[in-house]
């Protein structure tokens, strides 16, 4: 990595020559390297009229722009935000620390005025009001003036998920009606976060976990094997099949809704059938693993042939990502090993990680990002560091050496995405830009285990 200015010194340590993060030991050098270019990437990121400005550019760059939405978490002024209040904290400049806190609340009250002509309609975490959310919850941690807001969109979360079209109709359910991007298992993972919840989240939170009940009990038709069945009318993009699939990826699939089962079992919620559900749908996973040369592999879908049976797949190649693969299979059995006691189920979790990281030898992923890059990769390498495994500990320097590598101070944001070989976009985007880069490596060197992972992990 070129040359940066640091904004803050990391001095944790410094006889040591390590810092104490939540998840284990980092050198103090790489720590301080790391945290320099989360707050480069914040430095760029402060001013709301020049993001706007690379987001245009962005767009012209990508053969696929994502958008912006200034309520939004994952491509808007929300997860922004949440950087700023992250590196106003991982600053020792006073300085710096006035100029990120007041670029926060510019960003959060923006993005809240913003709903106000568009009024916000949808819950889910990276586009709607559980993101929104997350990012005022940080601003309140920096500002408790922001309290009073944050409760009152709680309150309208909460209205928004007892109002929301769940569809319990077999071969009628989307992705999007249960996934953690904008489903019902992210927006359950946030709600089970939220501390001494009032009545209305505490119902909201059940209405969800009564309708992952529903989707995870056997289906009455006997030709559909599984009621999270994706019809072909219901497909989303490329993941089209001409007889509907079964999403098994983090992001979009069954992982998640099982994750978040488990993570509202261990924040004290107990539903009917919740359990059932819970090992019904664990069941399923597990029928699923195949093994390769370094362990346990997930495919990222499983197709349904013409006469309605699962092609259930042979020697799947794993896709090394957050988003898709065994990684995001692996992170979501932890909190239902958690959730049921199973020690067992926790070794194969970080069996299964431990193997992501041995492919990610020979097959390296080329963006940084956090959707489907390093960054995302080295979040959950975090988490299974802090669940004991000592190669997921050893990978972590590895991991924060290869984002910095890719870290250019002539770039606008000092990160670029490889959406696709050959084409870069220069994003300042949480999901697929580098805010998710500068959140990923504070998160390398904060103490505390990072709230915000929950719009990721479920917890």
């Given at each position: 990595?070129?040359?940066?200015?640091?904004?803050?010194?990391?001095?944790?340590?410094?006889?040591?020559?390590?810092?104490?993060?939540?998840?284990?030991?980092?050198?103090?050098?790489?720590?301080?390297?790391?945290?320099a270019?989360?707050?480069?990437?914040?430095?760029?990121?402060?001013?709301?009229?020049?993001?706007?400005?690379?987001?245009?550019?962005?767009?012209?760059?990508?053969?696929?722009?994502n958008?912006?939405?200034?309520?939004?978490?994952?491509?808007?002024?929300?997860?922004?935000?949440?950087?700023?209040?992250?590196a106003?904290?991982?600053?020792?400049?006073?300085?710096?620390r006035?100029?990120?806190?007041?670029?926060?609340?510019?960003?959060?009250?923006?993005?809240?005025?913003g709903?106000?002509?568009t009024?916000?309609?949808?819950?889910?975490?990276?586009?709607?009001?559980?993101?929104?959310?997350?990012?005022?919850?940080?601003?309140?941690?920096?500002?408790?003036?922001?309290?009073?807001?944050?409760?009152?969109?709680?309150?309208?979360?909460?209205?928004?998920?007892?109002?929301l079209?769940?569809?319990?109709?077999?071969?009628?359910?989307?992705?999007s009606?249960?996934?953690?991007?904008?489903?019902?298992?992210?927006?359950?993972s946030?709600?089970?976060?939220i501390?001494?919840?009032g009545?209305?989240?505490?119902?909201?939170?059940?209405?969800?976990?009564?309708?992952?009940?529903?989707?995870g009990?056997?289906?009455?038709d006997?030709?559909?094997?599984?009621?999270?069945?994706?019809?072909?009318?219901?497909?989303?993009?490329?993941?089209?099949?001409?007889?509907?699939?079964?999403?098994?990826?983090l992001?979009?699939?069954?992982?998640?809704?099982?994750?978040?089962?488990?993570?509202?079992?261990?924040?004290?919620?107990?539903?009917?059938?919740?359990?059932?559900?819970?090992?019904?749908?664990?069941?399923?996973?597990?029928?699923?693993?195949?093994t390769?040369?370094?362990?346990?592999?997930?495919?990222?879908?499983?197709?349904?042939?013409?006469?309605?049976?699962?092609?259930?797949?042979?020697?799947?190649?794993?896709?090394?990502?957050?988003?898709?693969?065994?990684?995001?299979?692996?992170?979501?059995?932890?909190?239902?090993?958690?959730?049921?006691?199973?020690?067992?189920?926790?070794?194969?979790?970080?069996?299964?990680?431990?193997?992501?990281?041995?492919?990610?030898?020979?097959?390296?992923?080329?963006s940084?990002?956090?959707?489907?890059?390093?960054?995302?990769?080295?979040?959950?390498?975090?988490?299974?560091?802090?669940?004991?495994?000592?190669?997921?500990?050893?990978?972590?320097p590895r991991?924060?050496?290869?984002?910095?590598?890719?870290?250019?101070?002539?770039?606008?944001?000092?990160?670029?995405?490889?959406?696709?070989?050959?084409?870069?976009?220069?994003?300042?985007?949480?999901?697929?830009?580098?805010?998710?880069?500068?959140?990923?490596?504070?998160?390398?060197?904060?103490?505390?285990?990072?709230?915000?992972?929950?719009?990721?992990?479920?917890?």
């Amino acid at each position: 990595m070129r040359q940066l200015s640091e904004h803050a010194a990391v001095d944790q340590g410094a006889t040591t020559g390590l810092v104490h993060s939540w998840h284990g030991t980092v050198p103090a050098e790489l720590a301080g390297r790391a945290t320099a270019a989360a707050l480069e990437v914040a430095r760029r990121s402060v001013d709301p009229e020049r993001v706007v400005e690379l987001v245009m550019a962005a767009a012209d760059q990508a053969v696929h722009p994502n958008g912006w939405a200034y309520h939004g978490f994952a491509h808007g002024h929300a997860g922004l935000a949440l950087v700023q209040v992250l590196a106003a904290e991982a600053t020792t400049g006073d300085a710096d620390r006035r100029a990120a806190l007041a670029a926060a609340f510019t960003y959060i009250r923006e993005a809240v005025a913003g709903t106000a002509g568009t009024p916000l309609t949808e819950p889910g975490v990276l586009a709607g009001t559980s993101g929104l959310a997350l990012g005022l919850a940080a601003c309140v941690r920096a500002e408790p003036r922001f309290g009073p807001s944050l409760d009152r969109l709680h309150e309208q979360l909460a209205a928004q998920v007892l109002e929301l079209p769940l569809p319990r109709v077999e071969r009628g359910v989307s992705d999007s009606d249960y996934d953690m991007v904008s489903g019902a298992a992210g927006i359950l993972s946030y709600l089970c976060g939220i501390e001494e919840p009032g009545p209305g989240v505490r119902a909201a939170a059940e209405h969800l976990i009564d309708y992952l009940v529903w989707l995870g009990a056997p289906p009455r038709d006997l030709t559909l094997t599984r009621r999270w069945l994706i019809s072909p009318d219901l497909c989303q993009g490329e993941r089209d099949h001409p007889n509907g699939h079964l999403n098994v990826g983090l992001a979009h699939g069954i992982p998640g809704p099982l994750a978040a089962l488990a993570t509202a079992w261990l924040a004290g919620y107990r539903r009917p059938g919740q359990d059932t559900a819970l090992r019904l749908m664990l069941g399923w996973v597990q029928t699923l693993r195949r093994t390769d040369e370094h362990g346990p592999v997930w495919p990222s879908e499983v197709p349904i042939d013409d006469t309605g049976a699962e092609t259930r797949p042979g020697q799947p190649e794993d896709q090394i990502a957050w988003c898709y693969g065994t990684a995001g299979v692996a992170v979501a059995l932890l909190p239902v090993a958690e959730a049921l006691g199973d020690d067992s189920l926790r070794a194969l979790a970080i069996e299964s990680f431990e193997a992501v990281l041995g492919r990610f030898a020979e097959r390296p992923v080329r963006s940084p990002t956090f959707c489907h890059g390093i960054a995302g990769l080295l979040v959950l390498c975090l988490e299974f560091a802090a669940h004991g495994s000592q190669l997921a500990a050893a990978w972590t320097p590895r991991l924060l050496e290869s984002l910095l590598a890719q870290a250019d101070p002539e770039l606008p944001v000092l990160f670029r995405d490889q959406e696709k070989p050959g084409v870069f976009v220069d994003s300042p985007s949480l999901l697929s830009g580098s805010a998710g880069i500068a959140l990923a490596l504070l998160a390398a060197t904060a103490p505390r285990r990072p709230s915000w992972f929950r719009a990721f992990l479920t917890r």
